[in-house]
């Protein structure tokens, strides 16, 4: 093939976008619910996840862990567990890491296997010639320790908490609104440490080539997770190449690299042939990230007619010493409800339990329902429908900042959905609605996250036969990345989406933001789009007409009354473009964020506590849909979850070591089938957001999460009389209250 | 010792010389047959489903030497990407699946529940004992053991569903 002509195309998000120009376009590819590309390869067990495809030759890793909460490694049975069949080394190795990296670090995280900070964390790897003897030498470990657990901090309460300036925040004076409000509540919720559970375990596998690391392995950052292996390592991060193009799903955990990414590049290195490490499930639970517990006061008033005078909102979250990321538990209060008296408390406790990070919406997933649900109690002692309530306080700009909104569809989602769900029926009684022993309720809640755009590249080549190629290092977790990747190239060239190949989650690939904070679709499509759009400009050269004036469809080219076929203007050429978005100035002006509202039945067994979910609908807005298909299920995907959140899931510390009594799939109680209901799902495909990104789409991922909880207790309220303010709503706090 | 496994039609005679191979394990390193999945290693996810001598079971909580001439389909013995079968492509285009990881283990056992449910089996949700009839409650109950984490169960529930319709009105 003969060397491309090459193009570029930068753009730095600092006005917003005028030209909508995926509206603009012919194929009419973009938006529809087209079936995933790689489909067929995931429903036949051939798409191939990080542990799999070994090279000749892989040994296998095993880690050996900690097990107490504070201290040092002073000592190991080495000499023993090397003497065991098969065993090739056991590893202590500085380099090795104390927890993941948290997202976006693009630096190694805290190094170091012989100080212990948690229990459960990695002191040692054995390399074995098979998986099985691995894990029996790992299992055969014993390590010498100087013990300092009795200053080891492991519960909340024990905890000395940080309060760092930048987030906290005041604004008027709440304790007087709170005085002079015709209504108020002053109330406290929990919500327990959670386990991202991903169904696939991380894994890696490593292998050195003329001083070249690959690794194989389970990640949703490629860019800056190769930056904090190399790092982690000591080497230039151009020796190092990752690839993940099939990510068993991530929700956070797997967005900085882990254990076995270190372990098994360092195991590698040493003995000179490949090696694979799959974190066991206990693993995966303790030595990955959890997502923080929070405690949180939330303080809310209103005037006589409903209309908020002040919010507050406190909340208290931990994570292990010196981790920069606390769960940002207050991030949507700042601007989801109306109130001239606000206060925002932000306090971090220091705790010697498997570190805290992302996981799925960090901060909204557990802030909004929390919020959303003080709402109800506030709509209830005033007297007003939850539904007019929270349409009586959407503010008109950011009350925080006066900011303009760059969208805002609250109020659209809110009235929508409660015409679709029958809101109009809801028990206007508490606990007033039976069918024999079920107690019936309906619940409803705001849905929110913030909004975010990540620097993004990407390449797109147009060859010769007139198909096309795409290629970033973004991933796709289930995400539907390579849904709508294609979709847009397919959209901006004129070709059938077959015409087109994506080639994702290869570190070696143009660097873009990767999946995380649902800003990975609006990212890696923009630089998309503008790849394809720079091929655009150098067709239309050819065509001796303006980019404007240039029709693409269907492999043909189009301009005024001239058409041809596009291999015929390719003669022979391949062009790639290159295409980069930035984060510019256009987010600093506008407040951005997605939107959306959910409403639920509930029904309560007054004789088990049982709940179950009948109904479960959300209306969501978050600009330009991509893929109707996909993000329908990344919506179900963020409801369900929230199901989980309100109903099951809660990791159990031991309040004397704090390792994980329930570290497995039996024990954490994630949604089955069984739990879920069919869900009516609206997506608002008129929406647009010109301050996002040039599609003018926003983050989905994440949304549909941020708010389900609420709705669920909420409609436990209704149905039983009793509100729940310790997540999750169990059978146990259920019977407790209904007596 | 050597253990013959028949998988997807074809003998394979392994050298396990090791007895705590599971027969996941054994599939995927021995066999290179990564479809089925390592979710849990403990029977409690479900992606590591495999059809063995027609029931399904999960792979990781059976050692390879107890399955002596048995005769065990994985998911490639289902359908490839040219050849999907009707579940296969059901799960496409319903969306019954989004990162893909606990796919195989459901359509594994999407195909051997829709045959315990033809054969007359009840299962907990089961009203009449006697004729369990193909509902959602009963697909959603009998595909409780496969986890998604993604969590696309009412996508899944509508694959099985369209399929399983389909079976039975050719049977009519």
């Not at chain 1, 001083?211 to 292996?229: C, D, H, I, V």
Request: aromatic residues 4%; hydrophobic residues 35%; contains cysteine.
């Amino acid at each position: 093939m003969p060397e491309p002509i090459e193009l570029k195309l930068d753009h730095r998000m600092d006005l917003p976008d005028q030209e909508d120009l995926l509206d603009r376009m012919a194929q009419g590819v973009i938006s529809t619910p087209m079936d995933r590309p790689e489909g067929p390869l995931k429903v036949s067990g051939t798409a191939s996840y990080a542990d799999e495809d070994h090279p000749p030759g892989t040994a296998y890793g095993w880690f050996v862990r900690a097990n107490i909460a504070k201290g040092w490694v002073t000592g190991l049975n080495t000499k023993e567990l090397q003497t065991m069949p098969g065993v090739l080394a056991v590893i202590r190795d500085d380099r090795m890491i104390r927890n993941p990296a948290q997202g976006g670090d693009a630096k190694s995280p805290h190094q170091g296997p012989a100080e212990i900070f948690y229990k459960g964390q990695p002191i040692a790897l054995v390399v074995a010639e098979t998986f099985e003897q691995a894990r029996d030498a790992g299992l055969a470990a014993r390590a010498e320790y100087k013990d300092s657990s009795h200053k080891a901090v492991i519960l909340p309460a024990q905890a000395k908490y940080e309060e760092p300036r930048s987030k906290q925040s005041s604004q008027g004076n709440l304790d007087r609104a709170m005085k002079k409000a015709a209504f108020s509540v002053d109330v406290e919720y929990d919500t327990p440490s959670m386990s991202h559970a991903a169904m696939e375990p991380h894994a890696a596998v490593a292998w050195w080539e003329d001083g070249r690391l690959t690794l194989r392995g389970s990640y949703q950052m490629l860019n800056s997770n190769a930056q904090e292996l190399a790092d982690a390592l000591g080497v230039s991060v151009k020796k190092v190449r990752i690839l993940s193009r099939y990510v068993g799903g991530g929700f956070g955990s797997k967005l900085g690299i882990g254990h076995e990414g270190v372990g098994a590049a360092i195991a590698a290195q040493k003995l000179g042939r490949p090696v694979a490490i799959a974190l066991h499930r206990r693993q995966v639970f303790e030595a990955t990230h959890r997502r923080s517990e929070t405690r949180q006061r939330v303080r809310l008033c209103c005037d006589a007619d409903g209309h908020l005078t002040g919010i507050g909102h406190e909340a208290w979250v931990s994570n292990l010493p010196g981790e920069d990321f606390s769960e940002p538990v207050t991030q949507a209060t700042s601007f989801t409800w109306a109130g001239e008296n606000r206060e925002i408390g932000h306090y971090i406790g220091r705790l010697n339990l498997t570190g805290a990070g992302s996981m799925r919406a960090p901060g909204e997933a557990v802030g909004v329902p929390v919020t959303d649900a003080a709402m109800d109690e506030l709509s209830e002692a005033a007297g007003i429908d939850p539904v007019e309530f929270r349409l009586r306080n959407i503010p008109e700009t950011d009350p925080s900042t006066g900011k303009p909104f760059s969208s805002n569809r609250l109020a659209d989602c809110i009235r929508i959905g409660a015409e679709r769900f029958g809101w109009s029926e809801r028990p206007k009684v508490p606990g007033s609605r039976r069918e024999g022993e079920w107690l019936i309720g309906f619940g409803m809640s705001a849905i929110i996250r913030v909004n975010m755009l990540g620097d993004s590249t990407a390449r797109v080549t147009l060859r010769p036969d007139g198909t096309a190629l795409v290629e970033t290092d973004m991933t796709d977790i289930g995400t539907g990345s390579y849904s709508v990747l294609t979709q847009i190239a397919a959209e901006m060239l004129g070709l059938p989406p077959e015409r087109v190949t994506t080639v994702l989650g290869d570190s070696d690939l143009p660097p873009s933001i990767g999946s995380g904070g649902s800003r990975g679709a609006a990212s890696s499509g923009s630089s998309v789009m503008l790849a394809a759009r720079a091929l655009r400009g150098k067709l239309a050269e050819r065509m001796g007409c303006d980019e404007e004036e240039l029709t693409l469809k269907d492999g043909t080219v189009i301009a005024g009354n001239r058409q041809r076929d596009l291999a015929d203007v390719l003669a022979g050429d391949s062009l790639q473009g290159t295409g980069t978005i930035r984060k510019g100035k256009a987010e600093d002006g506008h407040r951005q964020s997605s939107w959306g509202a959910e409403f639920c039945e509930v029904a309560v067994s007054s004789v088990t506590g049982e709940v179950h979910v009948r109904r479960l609908s959300g209306v969501f807005a978050a600009g330009r849909i991509l893929n109707a298909k996909t993000a329908r299920s990344q919506c179900m995907g963020g409801m369900i979850f929230g199901i989980g959140q309100a109903l099951h899931e809660e990791v159990f510390h031991d309040a004397r070591d704090g390792s994980f009594m329930n570290r497995d799939l039996a024990e954490y109680h994630v949604p089955v089938n069984l739990d879920v209901p069919h869900m009516d799902i609206e997506l608002l495909m008129d929406d647009r957001d010109p301050f996002a990104n040039p599609m003018q789409a926003k983050g989905i991922g994440e949304l549909a999460l941020c708010g389900t909880a609420g709705a669920i207790v909420n409609a436990i309220a209704n149905a039983t009389g009793h509100r729940f303010r310790s997540f999750p709503v169990t059978l146990d706090k259920v019977l407790e209250k209904l007596g | 010792m050597d253990v013959t496994l028949t998988v997807n039609g074809t003998p394979h005679v392994l050298e396990i010389d090791d007895p705590r191979v599971s027969l996941l394990d054994a599939l995927r390193q021995r066999l290179d047959l990564t479809g089925t999945k390592k979710g849990c290693d403990h029977g409690q996810c479900g992606a590591c489903t495999v059809i063995v001598n027609g029931r399904r079971i999960n792979s990781c909580l059976t050692l390879a030497v107890m399955h002596e001439g048995d005769e065990i389909t994985t998911i490639e013995g289902i359908g490839t990407p040219g050849d999907l079968a009707p579940l296969q492509q059901a799960f496409i285009r319903h969306d019954g699946f989004q990162c893909g990881y606990c796919t195989p283990g459901q359509i594994m056992s999407a195909t051997a529940m829709l045959e315990e449910l033809r054969q007359g089996w009840p299962s907990q949700v089961t009203g009449d004992l006697g004729s369990p009839a193909l509902s959602d409650d009963e697909i959603r109950e009998r595909m409780s053991g496969n986890l998604c984490r993604c969590s696309c169960y009412p996508n899944i529930v509508d694959a099985i569903r369209e399929v399983a319709g389909k079976a039975a009105e050719g049977a009519a």
